[in-house]
Structures are given as C-alpha cells and as structure tokens.
C-alpha cells in the first residue's frame, strides 16, 4: 500500500455540467457565509413563503414537520439560507459517504492507490514453479475480477502452467480487533449486494453473478465468476415470445451444503429473446478470494496442485506480480454515483489503517477519529455527530443538517473540490440520480448524493437555481414510513431551482 501527497491545485475548476465554468458558478467570493453562528434575519416574504411551502408539503406527505430537516445555503447571489430542524442529529443514510470519501481526498490525497503483490518462496522449474504462491492484499476496494485477470495472465506469459505448492492469502492489512459492525434489519435477503461487509480480502466486490436467458433451446442458467463451490439448480421454464418480466418473478434460493458446496436454485417463466440477473453474496471473503483466484488460473491453463490457507507472507519472499489500484479519485467516484457500501467501508478502513498509532488495534475506530479529528480541525462542529461506519448503513449514525452543510461549504473550498463534485450523481442523468426529476428542467443543474434505509431518505450535495446561484442543500427525513420522502426532497430541490427564496441582499434566515 502506498500513500501519493499531490501538489497543492492553484486553480479548481467547479462544474456541474459541461460548458459551466467557474464564473458561471461563483460570482462572489465564499466564506462571508457561516453556519457556525447562526443569524436571524427579519423574515422577508420570498423566504417565508418558500419554507412555508416546504413545511406544508411535508404535513401532507410526512406525518409530521419533524420528520424533515433541511439547510440550504446560497454560494453567490442574493438567496437566503434556509432551516428547516436543521440542528436535530437524524440518521443520514448514504449520504453519510459524502463524508467519509470528502475526508479521504484530504487525508490519502486524490491520487492515493492500493497496492496487490503476489510472492513466492519457490523456483521455476521449466513450466512448474516448485513453491507457495502469496497473495498480500493492500485493502483495495474495487480489486475486479477483470484486473486480477490480467495480473495473473502474466504467469501464463513468464511459461507456466503449474504451481505445485499452496494458495496463501495474507490480509493483516487491517486489524479489526472489534470486528465489523452488521446490518441485517433492511429486508429479507442476508445475501444482498449492498450487505457486504468490508475486508483484507475483498475482491470483485465478492459478489457472484447468475443470468438466465431463454431462446429456441430453451433456458440456460450460468454464473460468473464460475466458482467450484457454486452450482446453478436452473428450474426456470422458457415459454412463448412475450414481455420480459422483472426481476421479482423469478425466485432465487441458495441452498448449503454441509461440505462447502452451494446450490442455487432458480425458477420462474422466461419469454424466448428475455434475459433475467441477480446478484448474491453467498462465500466469505477469504473463501471467494481463494476461489476466485484458483478459477482465473485455471482458465489460465496453469494448475495449482495445494490447498487454500491463511498466512503471512514470509520476509524473504520474491515478488512476482503487482497491482496497482485505480487512483482515489476513480474509486470515489463508484462510491458516490452508485453508493457502495462496501467500498466506503473499506475506504474507511484504509484512512485507520493509514493513520493508526501504536496503541490502536481497530482500523474502524481509527478510522472514525481520523475523520473527526479532521472535521474538527476544518472547524466543523462534530457535536451529536456519529460516524459508525463511513457507508451509512448503520442505525447508529447522526448527523445534523446544519453539519452536512457545514462539511459541503468546506468541501466547496478545498483544493479537491473539482474531484469530490464529479463524483456525485447528476440530477436526471447518472447514478442513483439518473431517473429522479426526470422531465422537471432541471438535468444536470445539480449534484446529489442521496441516501436509501427503511424510514430514511436524504439527499447532500450542491445545486444551481435557474439565475445561476449555486446552493448547498442537505435534507433528510426520518419517518415511519419514510414512503413519501424521497417526493418531499425532490421538492426542495426543485423549488430551489424554480422558486428560490431570494432578497434584495444577501440574508440569513432560520
């Protein structure tokens, strides 16, 4: 694992889409704002009427004003910050990840990467490499299963094609003494994608692929990766041409068996010309790593005669390959369009293990002060704020509208800004925003990182009115049941496109 510190940036370049520069975005200078001290305005008709109509939606959609907490404060122009319960610490949901890829942008730098090494304590032989293979893992979050392919093609280039001794993974890239806090009150599926939990030994996500697709043959079922522990039970009947049929119509069940082998059954109709896919974690993360790697080798054509084991790779060790990670700024970019769990876990682990001192034992918890402390540092006021986890799938976390603004106007004047604002969906266009305010003129006049729990919705990031005045907004709503949420913050966004609560002077209000 390596660390890059880049070069201070002397010009940052803010876009929400192509074609808007930074004039268009800022035409006054940041900072005369401040959310540490509030400032009472007198109230002025545009944004009384303007929260007014926020407060009212609501009451017509939420079962309560005090399910939803907003902030919404205007960067330039003559808009007027909006509170709406903005000091109440609510459950944030994924919007939570703002956080945590903000604070490794700082922390790591931009251009920070996870190192993969694969080692030997043998010697060639011809075609046969008489010895271990070592795979030490750097704690990298999107090592895929296309790179590991690519790295491990190289041994079919050095000649091989057998390795006589064992698979052992190393993983004391993280010590996690307290283990990984779980989730399991989110549905009814423990092997869902967004439950994976962080680890040394993360790889592909550890999630296996199943398609079915039906034609003139009938249906044919397949995983990937193709995994010997893992078999397909394809119950699914092809019939005639027709609609393809979602997702929910077909039942999934995996089956274990008491040697190790899984079974996963699969039944439904499929229409001739209709495809059907699910995603399941099913394998622990050194199983599924070890799998995967004997899988890749295989296709290889190279045969590894051991077994599977954990170990620490030894000291004298000679390394044979190395895989370098996409840069941080890649990474965040997959957390924040399509909110994985699981990367910003991992990301969280890494900012621990990176600013671990000679006591620590939990990279988690390392990782959590290291970002308070950075937070506090930046002047944020972290009073009432829990982290847990650095992902936001967690029924512990707090934050308070007013600190998740705090943090994105301190984002706004960071040297990364440029890379942490590309990473956020586009509202109407891309990620976990591509079909919300769909057809409302608005396309990718904002960037939103939204948060999803049961009884949660939020949404963090910045937006732009149509007289170009950019605005940090965050809003969330805790409700049971929070059905109707994600319309209520559609609607703040919205309004503060079309209708902004604007004065005649900058103004504050709350």
């Known amino acids: 694992m390596s660390r890059h510190v880049p070069s201070p940036m002397r010009t940052r370049l803010r876009t929400l889409r192509p074609g808007r520069t930074l004039r268009h975005w800022c035409a006054l200078p940041l900072l005369a704002l401040s959310l540490a001290q509030p400032v009472t305005a007198d109230t002025i008709a545009p944004q009384g009427h303007w929260k007014s109509q926020v407060l009212d939606y609501a009451d017509r959609s939420l079962t309560g004003q005090q399910a939803l907490s907003v902030a919404a404060v205007p960067l330039n122009g003559p808009g007027i910050e909006q509170y709406i319960n903005a000091d109440r610490a609510m459950s944030p949901g994924s919007i939570m ?211 599977d084991r954990l170990a620490a790779a030894p000291e004298d060790a000679r390394l044979l390959l190395k895989m370098t990670s996409p840069d941080l700024v890649s990474v965040i970019r997959d957390i924040n369009k399509w909110s ?79 890379d942490l604002m590309a990473s956020m969906p586009l509202i109407a266009m891309d990620g976990t925003m591509a079909r919300r305010l769909r057809n409302a003129g608005m396309d990718g006049e904002g960037r939103i990182k939204t948060g999803y729990l049961e009884n949660v919705r939020s949404i963090a990031g910045f937006t732009r009115d149509a007289s170009n005045t950019t605005w940090v907004v965050v809003g969330m709503v805790n409700d049971d049941p929070a059905w109707n949420g994600q319309s209520v913050l559609d609607r703040v966004l919205y309004s503060l496109h079309h209708k902004p609560p604007v004065g005649t002077t900058l103004s504050k209000a709350e």
Request: a negative charge; one cysteine or more.
């Open 97 to 307: 990840k703002v956080v945590t890829t903000f604070a490794a942008l700082e922390i790591l730098g931009p251009t920070y990467h996870w190192d993969t090494n694969f080692y030997t304590d043998g010697r060639f032989q011809g075609r046969t490499l008489d010895g271990n293979l070592y795979v030490k893992f750097g704690g990298d979050p999107k090592l895929t299963i296309e790179r590991l392919r690519t790295t491990l093609s190289e041994l079919r280039g050095m000649g091989l094609d057998t390795i006589t001794g064992d698979l052992v993974l190393d993983g004391e890239v993280f010590q996690l003494s307290g283990g990984v806090p779980a989730f399991q009150d989110n549905g009814n599926n423990p092997y869902a994608p967004f439950l994976v939990e962080p680890s040394a030994y993360l790889t592909n996500l550890n999630l296996l692929h199943f398609q079915v697709r039906a034609d003139e043959r009938g249906t044919q079922a397949w995983g990937s990766p193709n995994l010997a522990q893992v078999h397909i039970d394809n119950r699914v009947t092809a019939v005639a041409e027709g609609d393809c049929p979602s997702r929910r119509s077909f039942a999934w069940e995996p089956v274990f068996a008491d040697n190790g082998q899984i079974t996963v059954r699969v039944s439904g109709k499929l229409p001739e010309g209709c495809r059907t896919t699910a995603y399941f974690s099913l394998l622990p993360h050194e199983q599924y790593s070890a799998a995967l790697i004997r899988s890749l080798l295989s296709d290889l054509g190279i045969r590894l005669q051991g077994r």
């Open 340 to 418: 994985s769990n699981v990367m910003a876990r991992q990301l969280l682990l890494t900012i621990g293990s990176e600013s671990r001192q000679d006591s620590d034992t939990d990279d988690r918890v390392a990782g959590i002060r290291a970002v308070y402390q950075w937070l506090e540092e930046k002047g944020v006021n972290t009073n009432g704020m829990v982290i847990d986890n650095g992902a936001g799938l967690t029924r512990h976390g707090r934050i308070s509208a007013r600190q998740g603004a705090q943090i994105l106007l301190q984002a706004w004047n960071s040297p990364f800004a440029a």
